[in-house]
């Protein structure tokens, strides 16, 4: 608990406190508009719902429609949130300083995960959730915790113990320094293999409501506990099995250890090196560039497998560097040498992104070509699409700073852009504005994302040239250094002590 404290203090001081969210306005502004969106979900649910209210095997169907989702929605929140957490060497190197065993540590690290995954569920929920409560009121809750709450739970514990099974595996294996992309591609082709199985869960609920039915599916196993013997027994068998699965996860939980370094060595071409920047190197050789690519590629071959959408969409993880971009280039800006505008800036990250994105969509074209022409064909949309992510991305990057590569920046920074966007998105939809008129949106979206990246640029570093060249704070004079006596009360004499 020592370490959940530290971060969530860590979270209010370094990241509430500073990058957009510095002005207390920008909170309120970004809290409103997540609660607009959870109010316009709650209220698009209500009103489809309201009919509904009297039919007791339609809400069951709900229900059970509802742990479908539930698992589904967890899976994703446990890949981005796992992803973000390889990511944080810098907050692993933070933990290192306090004298905690590895199982506090791993516990500390897995109430944060926890809770970033609980609010990612509680999000996407609330529209349900909401929408019961106002109609059945107080008799809704037990229903909401057997179908959203429960399933939730066992479904992030379970694959907590899958993914500390694989990491405790390739510990023992050759493979450390790769462990984490192979963890994340795996637990990928886990929610591959779950999403491939909806249909016909789907198919099999709905034929038992039509045929008036119980359905038997294991996803619903807790609502046919709670319908066949009780809440009681359902709610017992969900606290043993929640705390047997809390300990294994946490007893399987490896030592954890700080990558030597935050680059991979990549060899580049001297043709291509003398035509790359220092910004484009240090996005190529980011251990969390390569991190994304793994993904990306992963995704890349499910589509071409099972083209449900362009492949090409795949590599718009790529993208994903980018929100630690703007953070890890400090040392680049903090050099000797004439300071560059914020424009400037702008366009080295952006170029980086976009050499990467090259590097993998030249390639990707030939072979989806190759798999199906069409994909050729219709491939201007998706690479406009992973444009405007870029775009996205360098702005949540830069409003939100990922500093020493901590994982709450860019879930604050993804949520507000979401629900932003979605709020925006959601306003057009309702509006039903001609073509010309969304399109003209889209470009003020585009204009007011690059002009706040760079402003924010502009002002991160207007702060932190003002803070290298700030004079230190004058001590009071009654202040004695606690070391004056042992230094001869020599001023010229370093000390840690007076910092």
């Known amino acids: ?32 508009a997540v609660v607009v969106l959870i109010a316009i979900f709650v209220g698009a649910v209500y009103i489809f719902l309201d009919s509904l209210s009297m039919d007791d095997d339609a809400w069951s169907l709900l229900f059970t429609m509802a742990a479908i989702s539930v698992v589904l929605w967890v899976q994703i929140a446990f890949l981005i949130v796992k992803t973000l957490f390889l990511n944080a060497q810098g907050m692993l190197g933070l933990s290192f300083q306090l004298p905690l ?18 609010a990612v569920t509680g999000i996407l929920s609330a529209g349900l959730v909401g929408a019961s409560i106002l109609l059945h009121g107080p008799a809704a809750i037990p229903r909401l915790l057997e179908a959203i709450l429960f399933p939730a739970v066992l479904t992030y514990l379970v694959l907590g113990v899958v993914y500390q099974l694989m990491a405790g595996a390739l510990a023992r294996l050759p493979l450390r320094r790769v462990g984490g992309p192979i963890m994340i591609v795996a637990m990928f082709a886990l929610l591959l293999g779950y999403a491939t199985q909806l249909g016909s869960i789907t198919a099999q609920v709905s034929r038992a409501y039509l045929d008036h039915a119980d359905p038997m599916v294991w996803v619903g196993i807790l609502g046919w506990l709670s319908q066949s013997y009780g809440f009681a027994v ?13 300990v294994i996860m946490i007893w399987l939980t490896p030592n954890q250890h700080i990558n ?6 990549v060899s580049l071409d001297r043709w291509l090196l003398r035509r790359l920047n220092p910004y484009d190197r240090a996005l190529i050789r980011s251990a969390q560039t390569w991190l994304a690519a793994w993904v990306a590629l992963a995704i890349f071959a499910f589509l071409c497998i099972n083209p449900v ?12 560097g980018g929100f630690y971009q703007f953070a890890a280039t400090l040392p680049l800006r903090m050099m000797v040498g004439g300071p560059a505008s914020p424009w400037a800036i702008y366009g080295r990250l952006i170029k980086a992104q976009i050499v990467v994105f090259a590097i993998f969509l030249v390639p990707g074209t030939i ?30 990057g830069v409003a939100f ?18 629900a932003v966007l979605g709020t925006v998105g959601i306003a057009v939809a309702v509006l039903h504005l001609p073509l010309t008129a969304v399109v003209a949106c889209v470009v003020l979206v585009v204009c007011a994302l690059v002009w706040y990246t760079v402003e924010g640029i502009r002002v991160n570093e207007s702060r932190r040239r003002h803070e290298e060249i700030s004079p230190p704070r004058k001590q009071p004079r009654w202040f ?19 910092r």
Request: net charge positive.
């Open 367 to 396: 072979i989806a070509g190759l798999v199906n022409i069409d994909h050729v064909v219709e491939s201007p949309l998706p690479i406009i699409g992973c444009v405007g992510s870029v775009l996205l991305v360098q702005w949540v």
């Open 234 to 246: 359902m709610l017992a068998a969900f606290v043993a099995i929640a705390g047997a699965l809390t």
């Open 1 to 32: 608990m020592t370490l959940a404290r530290m971060l969530l203090r860590y979270f209010a001081r370094r990241v509430l406190r500073i990058g957009a969210l510095r002005s207390a306005l920008a909170k309120v502004l970004a809290g409103t």
């Open 260 to 265: 030597a370094s935050r680059y991979i060595n």
């Open 480 to 498: 004695r250094s606690i070391d004056a006596a042992d230094r001869g009360r020599n001023s010229v004499v370093p000390d840690v002590f007076d």
């Open 401 to 418: 700073p990922a500093e020493d590569d901590n994982p709450f920046s860019v879930f604050v920074g993804l949520t507000v852009a979401i």
């Open 101 to 118: 065993t590895n199982r506090e540590r791993a516990a500390g690290f897995l109430i944060c995960e926890a809770a970033m995954i609980a």
């Open 309 to 320: 959408v362009n492949p090409l969409w795949g590599f718009a993880v790529l993208t994903v």
